[in-house]
């Protein structure tokens, strides 16, 4: 019974100490580990300590594998390099360097404890730091390598702080500590690639969205243990395994399937993420109180503040080494800008690994007390000092994040190449099917492409055709859900059936077009990432049309209402888009076969091919 309310007063905590954060404009984690720090003061709060066996087992493999399902598997490759070069590399200069300063400070410390201490230290938290990055807006490329980082570097430290730790009990010699490192490495691989063959040729064969959530519980814990038991790394085996299901999950999972997992582990790892950062506030008075006075505080929190130091140093010297060494060979235009670089180094806050793996350190090691504090400075002060100034060095360096309006722009091409495949399929039904009906899929389809278009070029403030549908729609479904709800008081109807039909209304409510919420953000550029054509490379782009011709002609001649325009960049005629009821740019170009378009809105430079259904 003191479990479960502990535990159900530990989820409210989260919440409202979440909610507290989303007011403050702070990141949860921040918030959460002040709510922490009290705590562990109060009487009435029980002593809580965070054991390896706990962290290691029951809190890690579902958050990396929360956070795998969720990584592109494309954009770890388009990242390799420099995420092999964070999440291994990095950690192991960590691993030495703070390892060598602890050993200096504190001499009778041996060698493979100090190794340890760096080892538990090294690795970066992905959730503290994505919490920042996607607050303040950095570039999608940081936030991909932060969290593809995050992704590895845990396993990189656990498996040295293993060796390392085997090196204390005298079962492995230190000279063979990398050997060790690279056997534990390459099984983890291979259990998980298993692993996630296992589990997506059984999903070959399951079609129940319950039954499928239920087999996504049992991985993280099957692909860990596994490679435990095979004395290799389980951290590494349960990323592998959520990466490759992950990218592996369109082509093997029923849509509904896909829904309700994301759905259902969005839930989970939002509250274990946010319990973690709660429970490590909850150590601080213990872990305070466990540090013995045979040394001074002041020579303790000396150690403590260069540890701290070297653990923040080592992360931008290494990042701007390499940033250095990138002038040997690649080119300048590949090369990330030294903001970005510098930025990178920054994001660099530690979290719940580092405190759940201090404790693997045997406590009979000299200054064991002293060592779980190191943890706990590093912890704290990376993610106050830098999580609260990273976005004021952002500001500095005129970190440029990413524009939404090539977002947009992206969005909408894709989404009409992908309208483009279906309509092919759509032309061949047309002629056994019944014309309504394929009609009736045709105005659905080109709706939600021309929401997409709207998205880039309606201004903001100007209510567009898919604006205006959402909102008449938004009304005409409460208006349908409050009267099936009070047809379900009456008890007339089958519970079964009213479930059915809310369900059905929820979906399509969840499906109405956002893209008036999103507009706010976009801010309209000539960059995109649509593709590339030569009648792209022929026609570049031009200036706005003269406010005097900035109209289409031939929607006034119709009397039709013009919802943006475009400009022909052949002949410079002006036409409304596809969302205007004339759609006379597309007209013109069937009249005139020229081929690109661009957009004649204030401020706006991207160019679209009829031709070859690309943008830029």
């Known amino acids: 019974m003191h479990i479960v309310l502990f535990i159900v007063l530990l989820v409210v905590t989260v919440l409202a100490g979440s909610a507290i954060a989303d007011r403050?404009?702070?990141?949860?984690?921040?918030?959460?580990?002040?709510?922490?720090?009290?705590?562990?003061?109060?009487?009435?709060?029980?002593?809580?300590?965070?054991?390896?066996?706990?962290?290691?087992?029951?809190?890690?493999?579902?958050?990396?594998?929360?956070?795998?399902?969720?990584?592109?598997?494309?954009?770890?490759?388009?990242?390799?390099?420099?995420?092999?070069?964070?999440?291994?590399?990095?950690?192991?200069?960590?691993?030495?360097?703070?390892?060598?300063?602890?050993h200096l400070l504190m001499p009778d410390v041996p060698w493979p404890v100090a190794l340890a201490v760096g080892a538990v230290v090294a690795p970066p938290d992905a959730v503290s730091a994505s919490a920042v990055a996607r607050r303040i807006g950095l570039p999608r490329q940081i936030v991909t390598v932060l969290e593809g980082e995050s992704l590895l570097n845990d396993a990189t430290a656990l498996v040295a702080l293993r060796a390392a730790v085997a090196a204390i009990a005298g079962t492995?010699?230190?000279?063979?500590?990398?050997?060790?490192?690279?056997?534990?490495?390459?099984?983890?691989?291979?259990?998980?690639?298993?692993?996630?063959?296992?589990?997506?040729?059984?999903?070959?064969?399951?079609?129940?969205?319950?039954?499928?959530?239920?087999?996504?519980?049992?991985?993280?814990?099957?692909?860990?243990?596994?490679?435990?038991?095979?004395?290799?790394?389980?951290?590494?085996?349960?990323?592998?395994?959520?990466?490759?299901?992950?990218?592996?999950?369109?082509?093997?999972?029923?849509?509904?399937?896909?829904?309700?997992?994301?759905?259902?582990?969005?839930?989970?790892?939002?509250?274990?993420?946010?319990a973690v950062f709660l429970l490590i506030g909850l150590q601080f008075s213990q872990i305070i109180a466990g540090v013995s006075h045979s040394l001074s505080w002041g020579f303790v929190l000396g150690v403590c503040a260069a540890t701290l130091a070297v653990v923040i140093l080592t992360r931008l010297a290494w990042m701007c080494a390499s940033r250095l060494v990138m002038t040997l060979w690649v080119p300048a235009d590949r090369r990330p800008p030294w903001p970005n670089v510098v930025v990178t180094g920054w994001a660099g806050m530690r979290g719940v690994v580092t405190i759940a793996a201090v404790f693997v350190i045997p406590a009979s090691v000299p200054h064991h007390d002293v060592l779980v504090l190191i943890a706990l400075v590093a912890v704290l002060g990376t993610l106050y000092l830098q999580g609260l100034t990273l976005p004021w060095l952002t500001r500095v360096l005129r970190v440029v994040p990413n524009d939404p309006a090539a977002d947009a722009l992206a969005r909408a091409t894709?989404?009409?190449?992908?309208?483009?495949?279906?309509?092919?399929?759509?032309?061949?039904?047309?002629?056994?099917?019944?014309?309504?009906?394929?009609?009736?899929?045709?105005?659905?389809?080109?709706?939600?492409?021309?929401?997409?278009?709207?998205?880039?070029?309606?201004?903001?403030?100007?209510?567009?055709?898919?604006?205006?549908?959402?909102?008449?729609?938004?009304?005409?479904?409460?208006?349908?859900?409050?009267?099936?709800?009070?047809?379900?008081?009456?008890?007339?109807?089958?519970?079964?059936?009213?479930?059915?039909?809310?369900?059905?209304?929820?979906?399509?409510?969840?499906?109405?077009?956002?893209?008036?919420?999103?507009?706010?953000?976009?801010?309209?550029?000539?960059?995109?990432?649509?593709?590339?054509?030569?009648?792209?490379?022929?026609?570049?782009?031009?200036?706005?049309?003269?406010?005097?011709?900035?109209?289409?002609?031939?929607?006034?001649?119709?009397?039709?209402?013009?919802?943006?325009?475009?400009?022909?960049?052949?002949?410079?005629?002006?036409?409304?888009?596809?969302?205007?009821?004339?759609?006379?740019?597309?007209?013109?170009?069937?009249d005139t076969s020229h081929p690109v378009m661009q957009s004649a809105e204030p401020g706006e430079t991207w160019r679209w091919c009829y031709v070859h259904q690309a943008t830029a």
């Open 24 to 102: 403050l404009r702070l990141p949860a984690p921040m918030v959460l580990i002040v709510i922490g720090v009290i705590a562990s003061y109060l009487p009435f709060v029980p002593a809580v300590r965070l054991t390896p066996e706990l962290v290691l087992l029951g809190l890690l493999p579902p958050l990396l594998y929360s956070s795998a399902l969720k990584t592109s598997l494309v954009d770890i490759r388009a990242n390799l390099r420099t995420v092999a070069m964070l999440s291994i590399a990095l950690v192991v200069v960590t691993t030495v360097t703070v390892g060598a300063t602890v």
């Open 414 to 590: 894709l989404l009409q190449k992908a309208a483009d495949a279906g309509s092919t399929v759509l032309a061949s039904c047309e002629e056994q099917d019944d014309p309504a009906v394929v009609q009736m899929i045709r105005d659905r389809q080109d709706q939600r492409t021309f929401a997409a278009w709207e998205r880039l070029s309606t201004q903001v403030g100007q209510e567009s055709p898919s604006d205006a549908f959402t909102r008449i729609r938004s009304r005409m479904l409460a208006a349908e859900r409050a009267r099936v709800l009070e047809i379900r008081s009456k008890g007339k109807v089958p519970s079964h059936v009213v479930r059915e039909v809310l369900g059905m209304l929820d979906f399509e409510e969840s499906l109405l077009d956002s893209g008036a919420e999103a507009r706010e953000d976009i801010v309209a550029t000539g960059s995109g990432e649509g593709g590339w054509c030569e009648d792209l490379q022929r026609y570049p782009a031009v200036g706005t049309p003269e406010p005097e011709r900035a109209f289409c002609r031939r929607c006034r001649e119709e009397g039709t209402t013009t919802v943006a325009l475009r400009q022909c960049l052949e002949c410079g005629e002006v036409g409304c888009c596809d969302s205007s009821p004339g759609q006379h740019a597309t007209a013109h170009f069937h």
């Open 172 to 274: 492995v010699a230190v000279g063979s500590i990398g050997l060790d490192f690279l056997i534990a490495a390459g099984g983890g691989v291979i259990v998980g690639l298993a692993v996630a063959f296992a589990v997506l040729t059984v999903r070959r064969w399951v079609h129940d969205p319950a039954v499928d959530t239920g087999i996504s519980f049992v991985v993280p814990f099957a692909a860990y243990l596994l490679g435990e038991e095979l004395h290799a790394s389980g951290v590494i085996a349960v990323v592998v395994a959520g990466l490759l299901i992950g990218h592996k999950a369109p082509l093997v999972q029923t849509s509904t399937s896909r829904l309700t997992e994301n759905a259902t582990w969005t839930s989970i790892a939002f509250l274990l993420e946010h």
